[in-house]
């Protein structure tokens, strides 16, 4: 445990200190000097004390690596908990490139759903198999290597590839999103920085609530 820690220490503190002393652990919060407000994580809903309860820990032997660990008061976790961020060096090896990976064959075949399109699909085809046929290929595998070549080719050439879709439900919705999570912001700030009262802690779970009931919706339409 480093020298900056805050608050009294109880029986479940005991524990976990002990645990850290018998791993050789160390509790990161407590390493570094700084406000108050950046080493607590909870707040007491009946004292409105701030205590320090959540923890990052790790390894004695790796403490040179972290630069720093703080809660994030204006962060929105969706609990009375307050987000701790630690700013860590990791050593990350080089990732190392695959040979012989294959691009992407995919075609857009739904575009042979039209009949139209599906004609002119099978006249560019036709012509293709027939150039095909024209040329003398004794070896036989040979000969399907270069059948495979003249189906797929035509087909990428008249087909193309398919469209790419959204990763995920929210890209398309992204102004609607973006407008619901600042009403949220502000109702959160108001929350922090101002003395709380019922008509500001009800409207921040108003606006949570909201944003999420939309966001389940969206990801249930997709």
């Known amino acids: 445990m480093g020298k900056n820690g805050i608050g009294k220490c109880n029986s479940n ?3 976990l200190l002990a645990l850290c002393s018998e791993f050789e652990l160390i509790v990161t919060n407590t ?5 108050n407000e950046r080493k607590t994580t909870w707040m007491h809903p009946r004292s409105r004390h701030w205590h320090m309860i959540d923890f990052i820990i790790t390894r004695c032997r790796c403490k040179k690596d972290i630069f720093n660990t703080r ?18 060096a990791f050593r990350i090896q080089q990732k190392h490139n695959r040979q012989g990976t294959s691009k992407s064959t995919k075609l857009n075949t739904a575009k042979l759903s039209t009949i139209s399109h ?33 189906v797929y080719n035509t087909a990428k050439t008249y087909l193309g590839k398919p469209d790419s879709k959204h990763q995920d439900c929210f890209d398309p919705n992204n102004q609607e999103l973006q407008t619901l999570m600042s009403k949220r912001d502000q109702a959160h700030q108001r929350v922090l920085h101002t003395r709380s009262t019922r008509s500001t802690t009800a409207a921040y779970n108003d606006a949570c609530r909201l944003l999420q009931k939309r966001t389940r ?3 249930s339409d997709w």
Not at 31 to 35: G, H, L, N
């Open 71 to 88: 809660a994030m008061r204006d962060a929105i976790c969706w609990t009375d908990h307050q987000m701790l961020r630690s700013k860590v």
């Open 118 to 150: 599906r004609e002119s699909f099978e006249q560019e085809m036709d012509s293709a198999l027939a150039q095909w046929e024209e040329k003398e290929i004794s070896i036989p595998d040979e000969e399907w290597a270069a059948l495979q070549q003249v």
């Open 31 to 35: 390493m570094f000097k700084q406000k």
């Open 13 to 15: 503190g005991e524990l």
């Open 217 to 219: 919706a969206l990801k």
